[in-house]
Each structure stands twice: as structure tokens, then as C-alpha cells.
């Protein structure tokens, strides 16, 4: 297990540095010039753009930069923005504390609605109840989540005025609830789908009816049996989520008007900042790693059987 | 992206409010008793500025708002483009408008005490005006006489101070200019023309973070990507005292956020409402909805470098501008929100003649086969208009093709390039196919400003490689002008002679569209599109 887990982290090295080359180059590939992009649509001035080009480093060939950068980033330092000239690092740690809190509100809200849903759905497959919540998780993941998003604040926020449109406060747990379920909404529908299925092919297994012929009873059956073994592939999808609804809250985020990464990210693709985009990448490219690593240690948890050497 | 305008507003006798007082019937709940709170706090989504908040720093949009709001400057202007004077009793140029004497009113001071004097301005300006300071708008000292010595082409500075600002004494000085330029004092009124304390030129990072300046309203705090909260300054001298208890600036990233909040008075105005909203602005703000003259032009602009156009008959140039259906376009595409062109100067700035442009600018389809057959027709028969995708400009383009094709049969496709700056970049290199599109924002109410800063040959401003000795002649003339009155009057000569050359093809004038709260009356945006926010009343709660 240990010997496992170390190989799994020296793996992530050569996976970290091919993201982060990866994205480093193909920032560099985008059109326009980003610091002449700070004068708008004003003729920059070529002493300042020279100038700032120089402060930050970005006068040097290209694989001096990608060199400098990893050296910075070995010692925690992200570089700093073109536009004002800001520690990335800072922006990185104002943001990520924000997208933690609405995504980890967002992957609850899947997980515990999810699985109860597809755990209903699937032990009473075929009525109404299955239906209903099959119908459900079809119309959330073929509706694109901006349309949710944009209905849901106009019903809440603007026609009900139970919550203010947007979140006022990234900080405040309340007010990120309504942008949190819109989060989960189409996560909540695969688990929930993922469920349902696993549990239904389950429910006919031999170890089932044994359990059922022991006479065990109905809610121990469910929990300790059905449940247990049908829920791996659900951990893996719940596993991975974490890293997308991490990153994958531009959408969201810039409805709501959340100060998180989604935005970060959002703002650093229309300034052209290469290296925030880097940075934020970098993160959650780490965030990755490491919740597909969890999700291969549950397994074992989850299935005995399964084994690691 | 908005261009980086700033302006600040003086109270002038009978300007109307254009919008009717805040409560129309049924809207007055929200409203309590009407009353006015003169302590009051304004709401207004901003965004976070890019760069810290320094005068000379600042040209985006978010940014300059802040920093209109903290300072005042020697001068501005009125709504008919004329000079008024704020921290200057006085700018008076010498005959040939190459020496310009500033006088300062007395006993002005700064937020944190300190006076404000000749010194703050000079020494303010020749900190920023060297590279090493790294200040983005350092090329509006460009016309001083020494700024090359402080700010070179390149490399280091080899002075600190430019030679054409003399202080006199504590209230005056004087601004030589490498030549005469007779509206030069509409150029002082933007920012990096503001003052700084003494404490600024110091320790410029931590005063960029928390900035002290001689406007109507003190810095309080800005918590970053939330809100900047500014406060009415109690000291303030100026004509422009707030109206209000001072303004939160609040950080949106998208303007639909924005908007959303705006319609549930949760924040009281916003710069511009959402392409996606403007449909129905009107209908969900009633009399609270803002539709306000912006000095704002947008154009269609040739490559005249290009295998196409480098030796064109002007009728064709001229037939393909006959071309365009600009009323129907405005009213379908833009859902009237914007007016027809009809020169290649924007409303509301000084020397603004109506027509300029005559038939030319009026749709008419016979006329504009007619005139590109006379010329000899369109090269390859077939245009192309570039624009940036990244804003929504599809439509029109789309729509101006469809009216050039209809009528004369040449065909015309857009050219969407990923965003603006690449779009800039790709004008810049000179590697426009065939036309672009075009936008410009007044940088100070002067018809001069729309001619030959955008169509002088060689001139930064001038992306499509138009030249025009006649033009240039004319503009020169307008230049050595005594008076502004005179060198305006000269340039509407020079406008008058581009219908023979045609370097752009003229299509509308913006409009600031704009709403505000039930929390709030008295909003206005004036003709650089900027809000006048000491103006603002709010509402008792």
C-alpha cells in the first residue's frame, strides 16, 4: 500500500510538468500581444511596452520563461501578473478558498441527493418513482447549466427576492447555497443515473438473494450490501468531479458574480495573463491528481478484494 | 472593451435631466418618503481595475472611474465642448499657444492635509512621464517640450525633469510645448494630468493601493475583486461638491451580473447595460432607463495598403458608403439604440458640423452601383470587413455586408478574427485583408481629435495607412490656429475634404444606455460616457 502510494506520487511528477508545458505553450500560441493589449485601443507606448516586457521577464526566449517559471514555482512563487504587476500566488489564494467552499457545497449536495436518489430510483426500478427521477436527470443534463443558472436567479433572486441575485459575499456560506445546487445540478444527475443503474444490475446478484434468503432485514440489505458494492463507480465519477467542479465554475461563478478560480481564469484568458492561466492550471492540475488518488485508495475500502502492491 | 476615457462633470446652468424624477407611479414602494438623504451611498458596478490605482496608470475603464472620483484637475469641459476651469483659475496660452501659464485657485488640498500647489503637478507629471516608473499613460506628456530627454525610445531617461515645466511660484506655472497647439488645454483635463501629494511620489506602491487625492470624494478602502468604497470629502473647494455620502464601487465580472442585480436594486447604476438586455432595458426600467448621447463613433475603415485598395477611384469608396443601409440597420440590429452617422466626426464634441458627409452617408442603392461602375468597380469584387469576435459585432457586420451585396452586387463577408487584441495586433502589422471596423472615443471634445489623430498620415491612431496631402495641409493650418474657436473652424475644412478621399466609411454614433435603482434619482452619463456621480441623490432608507 505504501510502496502503492509512492509510486502513484512520483507519477504525478512527469504528468505535472507535461500539463503545465503543455498550457505554457499554448498560451504562448494565442494571438495578441498582451501587453500591448493593456493600452487598449490606444497605440501603446513602445518605451513602456519594452519596459514591462523587460520587468517581467518576458523579453526571453520562450523556453527560458517555461525555465524561470518551473524554477519560480519550485519555491512557491507563481510570478506576478502583467496588468498591475501582482503576485499570481496571491490571486491564486484568494480564489481557491472560494471555489473549495462552493464546490465542496456542490459535490455534498450531489453525493447526498445523488446517491439517495439513485438508491430509490433503483431498488423500485420501473415505477413511478423511477420514472420520475430518470425523466428528472434526462431534462438536467440535456438543459445547458447556464439556462438553470440564469432561471434559477431570476425566479430567486429577482422575481421571489428570497436571495439577492448574485452573491454579495464569496465568503458567506448562505448566500453561496442557490449557486452551489446549479454547481451540483448535472453532477447530482450522472450520480443519481450512475446509482441507479449499479444498484439495479446489483439487486439481482447472488449475493443478494443470499442475503435476502438469510433473512436479513430490508434497510441492512440496501446499506451494507447493495449499497457498498455498487457505489465504485459512482466514487470514481464523484472522485474526478472534484477536480471539474473546481475548475469547471466559469459559468457559474460569473452568473452568480463569485470571486473564485472559474473567474480567475475567465479574467486571465481575456487579458491574455499566460501565467495566471498557467497557475490556476497548475493547481487544479494538482487537485486532479491527487483526488484520483483517493478515489483508487477507496477502492479498497469500498471491495476488499481489490488489492495493491 | 470601452476605451479608457475619463471625465468628471461640471454643474452648468440649465442642463435638464433627461430622465424624469426617480418614481414613476407604482414604483414608489421601494422609495419610503422620498426624501432625500444627502449621507447616502451610491452603488455602482465597476469591476476591478487592472493596474493599482494610480492617475497616470489608469487608462481602462474600471480603473479611471475610481480615480475621477478622487481627483479633480486643472480643468474640464461643459456639455457644448467648451473649457471650464476646476483646480485652475486659470490656463492662458501666449499668442503662438506654445507657452501655457497655469494659475492654481488657492487653498486646495489634498485628502491627507497637504496643499495642493505648482509642485504637485510638475513634480507629479515628470515622475510619471519616465519609463523607469513603468506609468502606462506617459505618452499624454508627449507635447512638452523635454519629454524626449525624460522618455526616450527607448532605454533609460536621460533627465528627470522635463524642460518645458517651470514652476513659478506656490500657485503657478508654466507648460512649454515643443509646438503650438491651440486646444492643448482640452488635453489637461485627463488623468495623468492630476496632481499627487508628496507621499505618492515616495512610496508609489502602497499610495497605488490606497490613493490620496484633491477630488470631491476620499479614498476609503478597496478590498479587492469586491469593492472600493470612496467617501464625500469634507474639505472639498471645487463646483462639484457630492450630492451623495460617497460611492461603493462594486467588482462584477460579467455585466449580466450586473444587470441582474440592478433590476433588484441591489446595486443603484451600472456603466452600460448588456448587448443581450438592450432589447428590453426600456421596458424593464421605464422612466429609469438611461439613453444618453456618448461622443462615440463607429466606422468601417480601408487598408489602403492592400493590393485592393492602393489605387482605388474614390467612387468606389464612396459608392460602397451609399451602399449601406445605416437607419434600418440601427433600428432592427441595434434596436434604435444607435443614429445614423453623418460625418467622421462624433456629436457633442466642439467643431461638429451636421452632414459633413452628405449623400455619401445616406443609403441609396441605385446611386452606389452607379458610382463603383464609374470607378472602375470593386477589385476581386469581393470585400472583406474584419472585426473581433469577442464582442458582438457579428450582427452588423453580417448586416452591413447583406446591404453592400443587395445593392451593388459585390460581395462582402466578415473576417471574425478571436478577440480584440489580436485584432489590434493583426492592424498593427498592417496585415488587414481588406477593411476593418472601427471605433473611436473622444479623447478630449474636439473635432480636431476625430480628424487628425485618426487620418494624419503616419499618426498612431491611423491603423489603415490613409494619406492625403490636401488633408494633411489643412490640418496643419488647423493646428497653428490662434484660438480653439478658429483651429475648429479649420478642421471642419479638413472633415469637409475627406468626402473626396474617403478613409472610413462613417455608420453610427454610440448612445450610453444605461438604468439605475429605485434607491437613487439624478443619473447621468456625460459625453465621454462616464458617469458624473457627485451629481447622484439617494434616497432615504
Given at each position: 500500500?505504501?510502496?502503492?502510494?509512492?509510486?502513484?506520487?512520483?507519477?504525478?511528477?512527469?504528468?505535472?510538468?507535461?500539463?503545465?508545458?503543455?498550457?505554457?505553450?499554448?498560451?504562448?500560441?494565442?494571438?495578441?500581444?498582451?501587453?500591448?493589449?493593456?493600452?487598449?485601443?490606444?497605440?501603446?507606448?513602445?518605451?513602456?511596452?519594452?519596459?514591462?516586457?523587460?520587468?517581467?521577464?518576458?523579453?526571453?526566449?520562450?523556453?527560458?520563461?517555461?525555465?524561470?517559471?518551473?524554477?519560480?514555482?519550485?519555491?512557491?512563487?507563481?510570478?506576478?501578473?502583467?496588468?498591475?504587476?501582482?503576485?499570481?500566488?496571491?490571486?491564486?489564494?484568494?480564489?481557491?478558498?472560494?471555489?473549495?467552499?462552493?464546490?465542496?457545497?456542490?459535490?455534498?449536495?450531489?453525493?447526498?441527493?445523488?446517491?439517495?436518489?439513485?438508491?430509490?430510483?433503483?431498488?423500485?426500478?420501473?415505477?413511478?418513482?423511477?420514472?420520475?427521477?430518470?425523466?428528472?436527470?434526462?431534462?438536467?443534463?440535456?438543459?445547458?447549466?447556464?439556462?438553470?443558472?440564469?432561471?434559477?436567479?431570476?425566479?430567486?433572486?429577482?422575481?421571489?427576492?428570497?436571495?439577492?441575485?448574485?452573491?454579495?459575499?464569496?465568503?458567506?456560506?448562505?448566500?453561496?447555497?442557490?449557486?452551489?445546487?446549479?454547481?451540483?445540478?448535472?453532477?447530482?444527475?450522472?450520480?443519481?443515473?450512475?446509482?441507479?443503474?449499479?444498484?439495479?444490475?446489483?439487486?439481482?446478484?447472488?449475493?443478494?438473494?443470499?442475503a435476502v434468503a438469510k433473512g436479513l432485514p430490508r434497510k441492512r440489505i440496501i446499506s451494507r450490501h447493495l449499497l457498498r458494492n455498487s457505489l465504485i463507480p459512482v466514487v470514481t465519477y464523484l472522485g474526478t468531479d472534484i477536480g471539474t467542479l473546481m475548475g469547471g465554475a466559469v459559468i457559474t461563478e460569473g452568473i452568480f458574480n463569485v470571486a473564485g478560480v472559474g473567474n480567475l481564469l475567465y479574467r486571465g484568458l481575456f487579458q491574455h495573463e499566460g501565467t495566471v492561466i498557467v497557475g490556476v492550471v497548475t493547481v487544479l492540475v494538482l487537485v486532479y491528481l491527487l483526488a484520483s488518488l483517493l478515489v483508487d485508495l477507496l477502492y479498497a475500502v469500498l471491495d476488499p478484494r481489490i488489492r495493491y502492491a | 472593451?470601452?476605451?479608457?476615457?475619463?471625465?468628471?462633470?461640471?454643474?452648468?446652468?440649465?442642463?435638464?435631466?433627461?430622465?424624469?424624477?426617480?418614481?414613476?407611479?407604482?414604483?414608489?414602494?421601494?422609495?419610503?418618503?422620498?426624501?432625500?438623504?444627502?449621507?447616502?451611498?451610491?452603488?455602482?458596478?465597476?469591476?476591478?481595475?487592472?493596474?493599482?490605482?494610480?492617475?497616470?496608470?489608469?487608462?481602462?475603464?474600471?480603473?479611471?472611474?475610481?480615480?475621477?472620483?478622487?481627483?479633480?484637475?486643472?480643468?474640464?469641459?461643459?456639455?457644448?465642448?467648451?473649457?471650464?476651469?476646476?483646480?485652475?483659475?486659470?490656463?492662458?496660452?501666449?499668442?503662438?499657444?506654445?507657452?501655457?501659464?497655469?494659475?492654481?485657485?488657492?487653498?486646495?488640498?489634498?485628502?491627507?492635509?497637504?496643499?495642493?500647489?505648482?509642485?504637485?503637478?510638475?513634480?507629479?507629471?515628470?515622475?510619471?512621464?519616465?519609463?523607469?516608473?513603468?506609468?502606462?499613460?506617459?505618452?499624454?506628456?508627449?507635447?512638452?517640450?523635454?519629454?524626449?530627454?525624460?522618455?526616450?525610445?527607448?532605454?533609460?531617461?536621460?533627465?528627470?525633469?522635463?524642460?518645458?515645466?517651470?514652476?513659478?511660484?506656490?500657485?503657478?506655472?508654466?507648460?512649454?510645448?515643443?509646438?503650438?497647439?491651440?486646444?492643448y488645454a482640452y488635453k489637461l483635463v485627463y488623468a495623468p494630468f492630476y496632481p499627487l501629494p508628496s507621499a505618492a511620489l515616495k512610496d508609489p506602491k502602497k499610495y497605488g493601493e490606497a490613493p490620496v487625492g484633491n477630488g470631491p470624494y476620499k479614498f476609503e478602502k478597496w478590498d479587492h475583486k469586491k469593492v472600493i468604497s470612496v467617501r464625500a470629502f469634507d474639505g472639498y473647494k471645487g463646483a462639484n461638491k457630492p450630492k451623495n455620502g460617497g460611492v461603493d464601487f462594486k467588482a462584477y465580472n460579467k455585466d449580466t451580473a450586473a444587470y441582474a442585480d440592478l433590476k433588484s436594486d441591489n446595486v443603484d447604476s451600472m456603466p452600460i447595460v448588456p448587448n443581450s438586455e438592450i432589447a428590453n432595458f426600456k421596458q424593464d426600467f421605464g422612466d429609469r432607463a438611461i439613453d444618453m448621447d456618448f461622443s462615440a463613433l463607429n466606422t468601417v475603415n480601408f487598408a489602403f495598403y492592400t493590393k485592393q485598395w492602393k489605387d482605388i477611384d474614390v467612387k468606389v469608396l464612396q459608392g460602397l458608403s451609399m451602399a449601406i443601409d445605416r437607419d434600418t440597420i440601427a433600428k432592427t440590429v441595434f434596436h434604435g439604440t444607435r443614429e445614423s452617422a453623418t460625418g467622421w466626426v462624433a456629436k457633442g464634441v466642439k467643431g461638429y458640423q451636421d452632414d459633413a458627409c452628405g449623400e455619401y452617408c445616406k443609403f441609396d442603392a441605385k446611386k452606389a452601383k452607379q458610382s463603383i461602375k464609374d470607378g472602375g468597380g470593386v477589385p476581386g469584387n469581393k470585400i472583406q470587413i474584419q472585426y473581433n469576435a469577442d464582442q458582438p459585432h457579428k450582427d452588423w457586420v453580417v448586416a452591413v455586408c447583406n446591404s453592400i451585396t443587395n445593392a451593388t452586387g459585390v460581395k462582402c463577408v466578415g473576417d471574425p478574427v478571436t478577440d480584440f487584441a489580436a485584432d489590434t495586433e493583426i492592424r498593427d502589422q498592417k496585415k488587414v485583408k481588406s477593411m476593418y471596423r472601427s471605433g473611436w472615443v473622444l479623447d478630449y471634445p474636439f473635432n480636431g481629435n476625430f480628424l487628425a489623430d485618426l487620418y494624419g498620415t503616419g499618426v498612431d491612431g491611423n491603423k489603415g495607412g490613409f494619406s492625403d496631402k490636401k488633408f494633411d495641409k489643412l490640418t496643419k493650418e488647423a493646428d497653428a490656429a490662434k484660438t480653439i474657436d478658429e483651429s475648429a473652424k479649420l478642421y471642419q475644412q479638413a472633415e469637409k475634404e475627406l468626402v473626396n478621399t474617403f478613409p472610413g466609411i462613417p455608420l453610427w454614433y454610440n448612445k450610453t444606455l444605461s438604468a439605475y435603482s429605485k434607491n437613487v434619482k439624478k443619473v447621468e452619463f456625460d459625453q465621454a460616457g462616464d458617469p458624473i456621480l457627485t451629481d447622484v441623490e439617494v434616497f432615504e432608507k
Open positions: 500500500m505504501g510502496r502503492y502510494v509512492a509510486r502513484r506520487l512520483l507519477q504525478m511528477i512527469p504528468v505535472f510538468i507535461g500539463t503545465t508545458l503543455l498550457i505554457f505553450l499554448m498560451v504562448n500560441v494565442l494571438p495578441g500581444d498582451p501587453v500591448a493589449a493593456l493600452w487598449g485601443d490606444k497605440p501603446p507606448d513602445p518605451a513602456q511596452v519594452a519596459q514591462i516586457k523587460h520587468d517581467r521577464g518576458l523579453d526571453l526566449p520562450l523556453w527560458q520563461q517555461y525555465f524561470h517559471y518551473m524554477g519560480g514555482l519550485l519555491q512557491g512563487d507563481f510570478g506576478n501578473t502583467i496588468a498591475g504587476n501582482r503576485p499570481i500566488l496571491d490571486e491564486i489564494t484568494q480564489a481557491f478558498p472560494v471555489s473549495m467552499r462552493l464546490a465542496a457545497m456542490a459535490w455534498t449536495f450531489e453525493l447526498v441527493v445523488g446517491i439517495t436518489l439513485g438508491v430509490l430510483a433503483g431498488v423500485k426500478r420501473g415505477r413511478v418513482l423511477d420514472n420520475t427521477v430518470t425523466l428528472f436527470t434526462l431534462l438536467v443534463i440535456s438543459v445547458p447549466i447556464f439556462v438553470f443558472g440564469l432561471f434559477l436567479q431570476l425566479i430567486f433572486g429577482n422575481e421571489l427576492g428570497w436571495v439577492t441575485p448574485t452573491v454579495q459575499d464569496s465568503e458567506n456560506f448562505v448566500e453561496l447555497i442557490l449557486p452551489a445546487l446549479v454547481l451540483g445540478l448535472v453532477g447530482l444527475a450522472y450520480v443519481a443515473r450512475l446509482t441507479r443503474t449499479s444498484i439495479a444490475e446489483n439487486r439481482q446478484a447472488d449475493y443478494i438473494r443470499t | 472593451m470601452r476605451g479608457a476615457k475619463s471625465a468628471k462633470w461640471v454643474a452648468i446652468a440649465g442642463v435638464v435631466a433627461l430622465t424624469a424624477t426617480a418614481c414613476g407611479g407604482g414604483d414608489s414602494d421601494n422609495n419610503g418618503s422620498g426624501k432625500v438623504d444627502p449621507k447616502g451611498i451610491v452603488s455602482y458596478a465597476n469591476g476591478e481595475p487592472q493596474n493599482a490605482l494610480q492617475p497616470s496608470n489608469t487608462m481602462e475603464a474600471y480603473g479611471s472611474v475610481v480615480i475621477d472620483s478622487l481627483f479633480t484637475g486643472l480643468v474640464h469641459y461643459d456639455k457644448k465642448g467648451d473649457i471650464t476651469y476646476e483646480n485652475a483659475e486659470s490656463v492662458t496660452p501666449d499668442k503662438d499657444s506654445k507657452v501655457w501659464t497655469v494659475k492654481l485657485k488657492p487653498g486646495w488640498k489634498f485628502h491627507n492635509g497637504e496643499a495642493v500647489t505648482a509642485k504637485s503637478y510638475v513634480e507629479a507629471w515628470n515622475w510619471a512621464a519616465d519609463p523607469a516608473n513603468g506609468q502606462q499613460n506617459s505618452a499624454w506628456y508627449r507635447d512638452i517640450e523635454g519629454y524626449d530627454d525624460v522618455h526616450p525610445e527607448k532605454g533609460k531617461a536621460k533627465k528627470k525633469a522635463m524642460s518645458g515645466l517651470k514652476v513659478v511660484d506656490d500657485n503657478t506655472f508654466t507648460i512649454t510645448l515643443k509646438s503650438g497647439i491651440p486646444y
